[in-house]
């Protein structure tokens, strides 16, 4: 008969184990069911210019693909962490996402341009094949074009440092 | 300097608090008054530095001090005075201080109008009401202080949340606070039952008033919340089945129970585990709540102030807090017999029938909140659970409560004769039934199963809410009217309150019309014999944010109704958009215009309603509330205390 008396301390155990495990998951982590898959093949050209620009441009080394816009306020959030990386000798490639190229192209010389190459997708086209939520949004693919990484939102220092980092030297050696 | 006092006095209320638990609690152990009665002086010190603390974090907002963290996170140099001072509870670190004002603030009052009450008692609960600070206090000033200051001093700040910015969030946060943080005084009676031993009638008088009190905050805040969200989110929705919402609709539910189980120990000495249980439960489920919402553990449309590092200390705190109660609840509860026996069908007996209703409510509730949780612990992948769950959750539970609201109010204490109760339902039966026929009809010209059910029992809920006062006025007229006790009335008043929600919930859930328009400036749309024009758009400049102010006018029959003003606004320090919606609205039915987007050619896109008796789920909250206070003010608190103090002086007993 006393044991009911300790149902609700039971329940209580229950509940505080379970927010244990919940605590150390971040809810808003949507795993891309495109990691460990080749980047999905695309046809887009140069901002500013006809000069085409597809898969094959992303092969050979390992590369950040980030996707911005002009009218993307997270985007000048992780705009100094892309140029110092930028600086530092990493390849990124930004995809101009849903942006007209005049825009794009007068955002980069205010604030500073930290990609080789500058890719238009004025549609949306190639975010809705890779999976964009919103921007910002960052890839790491390695020199085979297989994405390894993912970042939803701007790219953080502790993403980079822990994250990205360590994905971009297994992918030189590899 | 100003925001170091604060700091100072945040410091100096976590002093005091170590006195508020320790001294009574020695005193009491060595049956010392004068060490007992340090407790409500502690109280009271206490209640002063946190307001200190309060009134420090809000000058420097009204002061523009960006040199604060808090305040350059939180509020901009043209944001309005008003709303400054409401974001001082705009993110994190200035709601748990809120939180501590509220929780300080019923200690105080504690100390102040339960004097009367035997002093080991209020030593008690005071101590326990200190041990419940010196946990938030040290939340507060280890893991989340609202007086950091930060270096270099930015020139601006980045402003309020927009979705913050109203007028409705101004005073819906401290009345939510103040309903969740109150049931922290229910707990505290209920861990002195526990630890004395002692729980009689007197205990549940002494408890009821300051239940009610915090039941009817917490009423007044769901009903401002689910306003504020119903015109500020621009989807038209009041309800949103949201994890915050949820974790302050289970307090509630349970606070509910906690109201009526409490009437049941009061009266006839009966349920009393029963009782303790539900008071340790609303508590729990309010820290639950600000854990919940705290720590960042779900996603939800309010989810702007979260961290994981915190939600580590809420939890081990929830679970001391919790551990400790619950298991003082095991060791102890047996020990509460009844003073007498329980019969189904009796008023006691029906109270345990709608007790039960209501947790397993709350109990759904939680599962459908949690669910996502434990889907991901297994391993199962990520899952939202949503409306379409708790409604079929919900109104089965809901619908035969509401016939036992109706039903309890004819059925009397202890036993009662079948063919008395029969003869004072049936004519509120028939008159139910008749108008859950009609009502549809009459308004809306459809008729649904569920709107005859829903207008069956919100109308058989309105009828007999007032069954006691017509009975006692059949008895003795204008007499039996004015000795009927202001309980009764806030009783009365409070379940027509809910007979008023019903029927709001009812028509609104199944008569809701909406329809996505484009429209040209000009051009006209109609939508259940109401005709809206958009008659243009125009540029409007506010003090933080810019917006495009669309002009809509509403007619019908050629009537013109209402002019609308639906904006979209760009907050300019975080680039956000926000839809202010506009309403239009009568008892009968709201008019709701939502401007979506801007479309080519000058072109809008609109969103608009026809919402028929919307105004009723918020009016039977306040209605609800007004009962809860009603019923605060009944003379009978106030001259049992009077008794007892003679008594206690006649008898001269120290403690």
Sequence with gaps: MRLRYLLPAAVLLLLVVLFLFGLQHDPRIVPSPLIGKPAPAFALRRVGEETPFTRDDLLGRPLLVNFWASWCAACRVEHPLLMELSRSGIEIVGIDYKDSDAEGLRWLQRHGNPYRSIVADPQGRMGLDWGVYGVPETFVLDAQGTIVYKQIGPLTEAAWREQVAPLMAAGDEG | ?655
């Excluded at chain 2, 938030?136 to 601006?156: C, E, G, K, Y």
């Excluded at chain 2, 036992?404 to 509120?428: D, F, N, S, T």
Aim: proline share 5%.
């Design chain 2, 1 to 655: 300097m100003i925001p170091e006092i604060g700091h100072f006095a945040l410091l100096a209320a976590l002093a005091v608090a170590l006195l508020q638990t320790l001294i009574p609690l020695a005193g009491v152990w060595r049956r010392d008054s004068r060490w007992m009665a340090v407790g409500a002086s502690a109280a009271q010190a206490q209640f002063a530095l946190v307001a200190l603390a309060y009134v420090c974090l809000t000058w420097a907002f009204v002061e523009r001090d960006w040199s604060v963290a808090y305040v350059a996170a939180n509020a901009h140099s043209q944001l309005p005075l008003m709303y400054r001072m409401s974001a001082v509870w705009g993110a994190h670190e200035g709601s748990m201080l809120l939180w501590m004002l509220m929780l300080t603030g019923w200690a105080a009052a504690v100390s102040i109008f339960s004097r009367s009450l035997p002093r080991d008692v209020q030593a008690q609960v005071l101590a326990v009401l200190g041990t419940l600070s010196i946990g938030f206090l040290l939340f507060i000033l280890l893991t989340s202080n609202p007086f950091d200051r930060h270096f270099p001093v930015p020139a601006d700040g980045r402003d309020l949340n927009p979705l913050l910015q109203d007028p409705g969030l101004v005073i819906h946060p401290p009345l939510l606070y103040m309903g969740y943080v109150g049931f922290s005084v229910a707990f505290a009676f209920a861990i002195t039952a526990l630890i004395s031993g002692r729980l009689d009638t007197a205990w549940a008088r002494w408890t009821r008033p300051w239940t009610t009190a915090a039941w009817l905050s917490l009423t007044l805040g769901i009903t401002l919340g689910s306003w504020w969200a119903y015109h500020e989110l621009g989807w038209g929705g009041w309800w949103f089945w949201d994890p915050v919402e949820n974790a302050s609709f289970m307090p509630w539910l349970v606070g509910t129970a906690l109201i009526h189980s409490l009437a049941v120990t009061e009266k006839r000495g009966l349920l009393k585990s029963w009782t303790v249980l539900l008071a340790i439960l609303a508590f729990a489920l309010s820290l639950l709540g600000t854990f919940l919402v705290r720590s960042g553990i779900l996603v939800s449309v309010h989810a702007f102030a979260t961290d994981p590092a915190r939600g580590v200390f809420i939890l081990s705190f929830l679970a001391i807090v919790l551990g400790v109660a619950f298991a003082l609840y095991a060791w102890r509860a047996p020990r509460f017999v009844a003073e007498g026996e329980l019969r189904l069908f009796s008023r006691e007996g029906l109270l345990l029938l709608n007790n039960v209703f209501l947790v397993i409510a709350a109990a759904a509730v939680l599962i459908g909140t949690l669910y996502p949780l434990v889907v991901d612990a297994f391993g199962l992948g990520k899952i939202s659970v949503g409306p379409p769950y708790f409604n079929a959750v919900f109104l089965p539970l809901a619908a035969p409560l509401a016939f036992i609201v109706g039903l309890a109010m004819a059925v009397g204490w202890k036993q009662v004769r079948a063919a008395e109760i029969w003869r004072r339902i049936r004519w509120p039966l028939l008159l139910a039934a008749l108008a859950g026929l009609c009502l549809p009809w009459l308004l809306q010209r459809r008729v649904e199963l569920l709107a005859v059910a829903g207008g069956f029992l919100a109308v058989w809920t309105l009828v007999m809410a007032f069954e006691e006062p017509w009975r006692r006025w059949r008895a003795r007229g204008a007499a039996g009217l004015m000795q009927t006790p202001r309980a009764i009335w806030g009783m009365s008043l409070a379940h027509f309150g809910l007979g008023l929600w019903v029927l709001g919930v009812t028509f609104v859930s199944l008569y809701s019309i909406e329809r996505d328009l484009r429209l040209a400036p000009g051009q006209s749309a109609e939508l259940s014999g109401y005709t809206f024009t958009l008659a243009g758009v125009e540029p409007y400049v506010g003090p933080n944010y810019d917006a495009d102010r669309a002009t809509v006018t509403v007619s019908r029959d050629g009537r013109l109704l209402a002019e609308l003003y639906p904006e979209k606004r760009l907050y300019r320090a975080q680039n956000n958009v926000m839809t202010e919606a506009a309403v239009e609205h009568n008892p009968l039915r709201d008019l709701y215009v939502a401007l979506a987007e801007p479309l080519d050619n000058g072109d809008w896109a609109l969103r608009i309603y026809v919402k028929p008796m919307m105004r009723l789920v918020w009016f039977g909250g306040v209605v609800m509330a007004l009962g809860g206070l009603l019923a605060l003010s009944d003379r009978r608190y106030r001259l049992a205390r009077v008794a007892r103090e003679h008594a206690q002086t006649a008898a001269g007993v120290p403690a």
